[in-house]
């Protein structure tokens, strides 16, 4: 008897001492919940390139209509973090901002619906990869685009710029925001080299664009091959327990990292890749989520902080090896979407085994390890440039897909580029489908 009493207070003692240690590191999250209570995404560093067009006040849309007090009214504002901002100022780009420009009277144009929303977290030499990506998407679009960059304050002039510097023709086919780069105070710079420069942005988008329901994520390094809005509608797939997706980290577990080096969970078999990550934030911010921190549910921006805390010594990819943590104590949270939609060098640097893609070509396309700027994988770098290289309006087949189809056929000493068909097999319906529409309208018209 009286060695369950011993392990009685044994255990009772432990518990207490667990929540104490739990307690000690919620209590900066939860001093700070009431300044991120305040972010508000949708009115931060504004930037739309839309200085023609009144962007539609609806939850969800890059951009806001006039306030009716002018451009001077923004001038005068001071340099602040934007979530100490009251919701009706510009925010701290404001002077790049079309809500304080003059306008027309149209509207931006929006196919079906509200269109996609993507976004993408940039810092250091990122510019010009953001960039390609994001003419990637516009190129195959049929919806309209609201994109969200979250970028270093000094590359905020030079993305605004590039951006009004497209075709007037493409103009009505995107809108975009610019935002700051923006962490918590407490551990702000801890976050920030986290992994690559500012790629733990992504964990705190759902708090941050309060306003907005769903949300694609993608890495600078990405290229879409097919329409946004086709991945986009992967939403539609979930089960009322699914607030995210994202694509395994490898398919084959010989050559996976996680299984055979991770000091921390990970989600199922080889864990999962967050270079494409796609959200129902509206989901992420209403769940109360499992966790190793304490012996209760916490939700989203009370779980962060602790988690770090916990794993930082035992994680190499940063913001990744946190979601694979969080979703190791959830599963059920997390809907996994085939290989072809993140495409890496991974699944053909050894041979092929993307069987997905193998059957219905790549969808998206991963540039990580930096294969779009080196020579170690030919045929990455081969549709990158290709896409750099292509001016919008000219005939994507004659100028982007036979380009592309040439310098392919020049990768083949390597494995990437022997499957390298699988890269143009999805590319040449989506310019298929673009050119038959533009007949289509020029018919009409």
């Given at each position: 008897?009286?060695?369950?009493?011993?392990?009685?207070?044994?255990?009772?003692?432990?518990?207490?001492?667990?929540l104490?240690?739990?307690?000690?590191?919620?209590?900066?999250?939860?001093?700070?919940?009431?300044?991120?209570?305040?972010?508000?995404?949708?009115?931060?560093?504004?930037?739309?390139?839309?200085?023609?067009?009144?962007?539609?006040?609806?939850?969800?849309?890059?951009?806001?209509?006039?306030?009716?007090e002018?451009?001077e009214?923004?001038?005068?504002?001071?340099v602040?973090?934007?979530w100490?901002?009251?919701a009706?100022?510009?925010?701290?780009?404001?002077?790049?901002?079309?809500?304080c420009?003059?306008?027309?009277?149209?509207?931006?144009?929006?196919?079906?619906?509200?269109?996609?929303?993507?976004?993408v977290?940039?810092?250091?030499?990122?510019?010009?990869?953001?960039l390609i990506?994001?003419?990637?998407?516009?190129?195959?679009?049929?919806k309209?685009l609201?994109?969200?960059?979250?970028?270093?304050?000094?590359?905020?002039?030079?993305?605004?710029?590039?951006l009004?510097?497209?075709?007037?023709?493409?103009?009505?086919?995107?809108t975009?925001?610019?935002?700051?780069?923006?962490?918590?105070?407490?551990?702000?710079?801890?976050?920030?080299?986290?992994?690559?420069?500012?790629?733990?942005?992504?964990?705190?988008?759902?708090?941050?664009?309060?306003e907005?329901?769903?949300?694609?994520?993608?890495?600078?390094?990405?290229?879409?091959?097919?329409?946004?809005?086709?991945?986009y509608?992967?939403?539609?797939h979930?089960?009322?327990?699914?607030?995210?997706?994202?694509?395994?980290?490898?398919?084959e577990?010989?050559?996976g990292?996680?299984?055979?080096?991770?000091?921390?969970?990970?989600?199922?078999k080889?864990?999962?890749?967050?270079?494409?990550?796609?959200?129902?934030?509206?989901?992420?911010?209403?769940?109360?989520?499992?966790?190793?921190?304490?012996?209760?549910?916490?939700k989203?921006?009370?779980?962060?902080m602790?988690?770090?805390?916990?794993?930082?010594?035992?994680?190499?990819?940063?913001?990744?090896?946190?979601?694979?943590?969080?979703?190791?104590h959830?599963?059920?949270?997390?809907?996994?979407?085939p290989?072809?939609?993140?495409?890496?060098?991974?699944?053909?640097?050894?041979?092929?085994?993307?069987?997905?893609?193998?059957?219905?070509?790549?969808?998206?396309?991963?540039?990580?390890?930096?294969?779009y700027?080196?020579?170690?994988?030919?045929?990455?770098r081969?549709v990158?440039?290709?896409?750099?290289?292509y001016r919008?309006?000219?005939?994507?087949?004659?100028?982007?897909?036979?380009?592309?189809?040439?310098?392919?056929?020049?990768?083949?000493?390597?494995?990437?580029?022997?499957?390298?068909?699988?890269?143009?097999?999805?590319?040449?319906?989506?310019?298929?489908?673009?050119?038959?529409?533009?007949?289509?309208?020029?018919?009409?018209?």
């Open positions: 008897m009286r060695c369950y009493l011993h392990a009685f207070l044994l255990c009772v003692v432990v518990t207490f001492l667990s104490l240690y739990v307690f000690s590191q919620l209590a900066p999250t939860l001093e700070d919940r009431d300044e991120w209570g305040e972010i508000d995404g949708g009115t931060a560093g504004r930037a739309s390139h839309h200085s023609g067009h009144v962007l539609r006040k609806t939850p969800g849309l890059a951009g806001l209509g006039d306030r009716g002018g451009p009214r923004c001038k005068s504002l001071s602040k973090p934007y100490r901002l009251p009706d100022v510009c925010g701290e780009n404001c002077l790049l901002e079309s809500s420009s003059e306008r027309s009277g149209s509207v931006a144009k929006d196919h079906h619906g509200e269109g996609s929303h993507l976004a977290v940039a810092c250091g030499p990122r510019l010009e990869e953001t990506m994001l003419k990637s998407a516009l190129l195959f679009s049929k309209l609201h994109f969200y960059i979250f970028a270093e304050d000094e590359l905020h002039d030079s993305f605004r710029d590039e009004e510097l497209w075709p007037r023709t493409f103009q009505g086919e995107f975009f925001t610019i935002y700051p780069i923006t962490f918590p105070k407490e551990n702000a710079n801890e976050w920030k080299k986290l992994f690559k420069p500012c790629a733990s942005q992504r964990l705190f988008l759902p708090l941050i664009l309060k907005v329901d769903s949300l694609l994520y993608v890495d600078t390094d990405i290229l879409f091959l097919q329409p946004v809005e086709n991945i509608a992967l939403l539609s979930f089960n009322t327990k699914h607030l995210a997706a994202m694509a395994p980290e490898h398919e577990p010989r050559i990292w996680y299984n055979r080096f991770a000091r921390h969970p990970y989600y199922g080889t864990g999962i890749n967050s270079g494409v990550m796609l959200m129902n934030m509206t989901r992420i911010r209403e769940k109360f989520f499992q966790n190793s921190m304490a012996a209760f549910p916490l989203w921006e009370e779980m962060l602790p988690l770090l805390q916990k794993y930082k010594l035992n994680i190499t990819w940063g913001d990744q090896d946190l979601l694979n943590i969080i979703f190791y959830n599963p059920e949270s997390l809907y996994v979407f290989c072809q939609w993140n495409y890496r060098p991974d699944h053909c640097i050894y041979g092929s085994n993307c069987q997905q893609a193998e059957q219905e070509g790549v969808f998206i396309l991963h540039g990580n390890r930096g294969v700027h080196n020579d170690k994988q030919p045929a990455f081969a990158y440039e290709a896409i750099k290289k919008f309006g000219e005939n994507m087949e004659t100028s982007l897909l036979q380009p592309l189809e040439a310098s392919l056929q020049t990768t083949t000493s390597t494995y990437c580029g022997r499957v390298s068909h699988l890269f143009t097999k999805r590319l040449k319906q989506s310019i298929s489908s673009v050119l038959q529409e533009k007949r289509m309208e020029n018919t009409s018209n």
